[in-house]
C-alpha cells in the first residue's frame, strides 16, 4: 500500500495552529481530587513523548510540578499523590504502557491521550479518563492535537492555567501567513545549510530545549539525518571542550533572548551557527513559532536530500520486536 505522500506531511505540518485548537471530548468532565497533584508524569516516547518537555519548562514558571518521563516503568518515588499523564498516539508503545501498568498497580491517578489501542483498552477497563485525539497522522505530525490536549488536561488536573489557547492559536494563524516574508530567515536557506552534515541543535532556555529535541527528532525521522540537540549553559561544561577542527556538526540555535546567545563565542571553533529567534505574545506562541519553522525546514532537508518523509520503518521494527 502505497504511504502518505511529502505533500500530506507538509499539509498535515502546516495544520499546527488547527490542531493547537483542537478540544477533546471529556475535558471539562475529568474528575478533580480534592488536591491537586503534587507532580505530573507526563509519560510518552519520541513525538508523543516530547509534547512532555514542553509542559514541563512551561511548568517551570508556575507552581505546577511536571516531569517528563520517556522510560519503559514508573520511578518509585510516584505516590497516590501524584498523577501520570500517559501520551501515546497509537496507544500501543511498549514503554509508555510499562510505566501506566506500574502507576495503576500502585494506585496512582493515570489519565490517558490517545487515539486508541491497548492504551485506551487498559484505561477504559479501569475507568480511568481517555481524551481521544483525531488519528490517521503520524504521531510526529499529530505534535499539536497532543500538546494542546496535554496543555489543557494539565491546566485542568491542577487548576493552574498553563497558556492561552486563543491567543496562541492567532499567533500560530499570523506567524504561517507571514512565513514567506523577510522577518524570517527563508526555509530554504535554513536547509542549504544543513545538508550531509550531522546537526546539533542547540536550546538556551527550557522551552528552546523542548524546541530543539522537538527538532532533533524531526531531522531524524522525517530527513533521516543524524542530529543531536544540547543546551546552553550545560555544554560549556562539558562539550566545549570537544569542539575545535575537523569535521563539526552544523549547528542551529534556537533562542528567544533579544540578542544572539554568545554560542560561537563560546565553542570559538570558527564555525558559524545559524540563529533562530523565536517572537510571539508568549514564550510559548514564540517557541512554537520556531517549532513550526523546524518542522517545515525537517520537511525540506528530507526533501532536499531525496528522502520520503512519512516511513520510519526501522522504528517500526523495533516497537514489533518489543511486541
Ligand atoms: O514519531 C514517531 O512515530 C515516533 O517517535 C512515535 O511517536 C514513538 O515511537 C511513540 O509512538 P506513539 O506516539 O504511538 O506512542
Not at 512532555?52 to 518521563?69: D, E, H, K
Not at 504561517?176 to 532556555?205: A, H, M
Not at 563560546?266 to 564555525?271: K, P, R, T
Request: charged share 15%; proline share 8%.
Amino acid at each position: 500500500m502505497a504511504h502518505p505522500s511529502a505533500a500530506q506531511m507538509w499539509q498535515w505540518t502546516l495544520g499546527l495552529p488547527e490542531q493547537l485548537a483542537y478540544r477533546a471530548k471529556g475535558l471539562d468532565k475529568l474528575e478533580l481530587s480534592d488536591a491537586p497533584p503534587r507532580r505530573i508524569l507526563v509519560a510518552g516516547m519520541g513525538g508523543s513523548g516530547v509534547s512532555g518537555r514542553f509542559l514541563a519548562a512551561l511548568a517551570n514558571s508556575t507552581t505546577v510540578q511536571i516531569v517528563p518521563w520517556n522510560w519503559a516503568g514508573a520511578p518509585s518515588w510516584l505516590t497516590p499523590a501524584d498523577a501520570v499523564l500517559a501520551t501515546s498516539y497509537s496507544g500501543n508503545t511498549a514503554e509508555t504502557l510499562a510505566t501506566v501498568n506500574d502507576a495503576l498497580a500502585a494506585g496512582i491517578p493515570v489519565t490517558g491521550i490517545t487515539t486508541g489501542g491497548k492504551l485506551e483498552q487498559l484505561l477504559r477497563e479501569r475507568e480511568r479518563p481517555v481524551l481521544s485525539v483525531p488519528g490517521g497522522l503520524p504521531p510526529r505530525a499529530a505534535f499539536g492535537f497532543l500538546l494542546g490536549t496535554g496543555l489543557r488536561v494539565c491546566a485542568r488536573l491542577s487548576g493552574v492555567e498553563l497558556w492561552q489557547p486563543e491567543r496562541t492559536v492567532a499567533a500560530l494563524t499570523q506567524l504561517r501567513s507571514n512565513l514567506g516574508s523577510s522577518q524570517f530567515t527563508p526555509i530554504s536557506v535554513i536547509t542549504k545549510s544543513l545538508i550531509e552534515r550531522p546537526i546539533t541543535v542547540y536550546g538556551t532556555c527550557p522551552l528552546t530545549a523542548a524546541a530543539a529535541l522537538r527538532l532533533k527528532q524531526q531531522l531524524n525521522e522525517n530527513a533521516k539525518q543524524f542530529a543531536w540537540s544540547a543546551t546552553l549553559p550545560e555544554l560549556a561544561h562539558n562539550e566545549i571542550t570537544a569542539a575545535g577542527p575537523g569535521r563539526p556538526p552544523s549547528r542551529l540555535c534556537l533562542t528567544l533572548a533579544q540578542e544572539p546567545p554568545p554560542l560561537d563565542s563560546v565553542l570559538d571553533d570558527g564555525e558559524q551557527t545559524i540563529y533562530l529567534r523565536g517572537s510571539g505574545p508568549s514564550p510559548l506562541a514564540a517557541v512554537l513559532g520556531l517549532v513550526f519553522q523546524g518542522d517545515l525546514v525537517s520537511l525540506a532537508l528530507a526533501e532536499a536530500r531525496g528522502v520520503e518523509p512519512y516511513p520510519i520503518e526501522r522504528i517500526t521494527a523495533y516497537k514489533a520486536r518489543l511486541g
